[in-house]
């Protein structure tokens, strides 16, 4: 089982939809989790980080954390074609030091 | 300007022949780490420092090595570079360690032959 795991896609949703993507860790003890997003060529660039179980919103991206079921997930309301590019979910386990990303998953908005 | 920097951006080399890529960061932060990108694996851990002298291992170690002599500096040495080390290989930095935001470096896309 890969410490963190995400759908690899590619998601497809409409201009204006919620794009929902999904991220599982294994490490129970996992403290910190973020999502990236990576542009193709480009490298990636944080764009929410959650430590406490529940939602955290930050304009059109809420990202929803449930440790009892290792699952975190990042929700983009309107997304927009802009919004094309791949998610990086990545966990940081215990000690502080390591970083984990998953192999990210590719989302496609189409106008 | 706050950033991360590597270089050299692109690089083809043959197999054996020892190459250095450096990273260097202007933001005073204490951790710095390296990680490879392939298809369909997502990005790897290679080595991390969390302070000037202190580095160690992370998922992906064998065949580099690292140094971090100075805060700002965290070169990645590939001693013997084998045709399995292309990849696209990524610097970061963060405040204090991993559980803080990392600031990625633009990436080095290295071919081994």
């Known amino acids: 089982q890969k410490e963190v795991e995400q759908n690899s896609g590619p998601l497809s949703v409409p201009e204006g939809a919620i794009a929902s993507l999904n991220c599982t860790y294994s490490?129970?003890?996992?403290?910190?989790f973020f999502w990236y997003r990576q542009y193709s060529g480009k490298s990636p660039e944080l764009i929410m980080f959650?430590?406490?179980?529940g939602d955290k919103e930050d304009g059109r991206f809420t990202a929803q954390l449930n440790k009892a079921s290792q699952y975190v997930s990042l929700l983009i309301r309107d997304s927009q074609p802009s919004d094309s590019a791949t998610y990086l979910c990545?966990?940081?386990?215990?000690?502080?030091?390591?970083?984990?990303f998953g192999a990210g998953t590719r989302l496609f908005v189409k106008a | 300007e706050a950033q991360v920097t590597q270089n050299p951006r692109y690089l083809i080399t043959v197999t054996g022949k020892k190459l250095t890529v450096t990273c260097s960061q202007n933001m005073n932060h204490e951790y710095m780490s390296w990680y490879r990108q392939d298809p369909g694996l997502g990005l790897r851990q290679i080595y991390y420092?969390?302070?000037?002298?202190?580095?160690d291992k992370g998922d992906v170690p064998e065949g580099y090595k690292v140094s971090r002599k100075e805060k700002r500096n965290f070169p990645l040495i590939l001693e013997s570079p084998s045709p399995n080390q292309t990849s696209l290989y990524f610097c970061?930095?963060?405040?204090?360690?991993?559980?803080?935001?990392?600031?990625f470096g633009p990436g080095t896309r290295l071919t081994v032959t």
């Open positions: 990545a966990v940081n386990p215990p000690g502080g030091f390591k970083t984990i």
């Open positions: 959650i430590y406490s179980n």
């Open positions: 970061a930095s963060s405040l204090s360690d991993a559980a803080y935001e990392q600031y």
């Open positions: 420092s969390m302070n000037v002298e202190v580095t």
């Open positions: 490490d129970r003890g996992s403290q910190s």
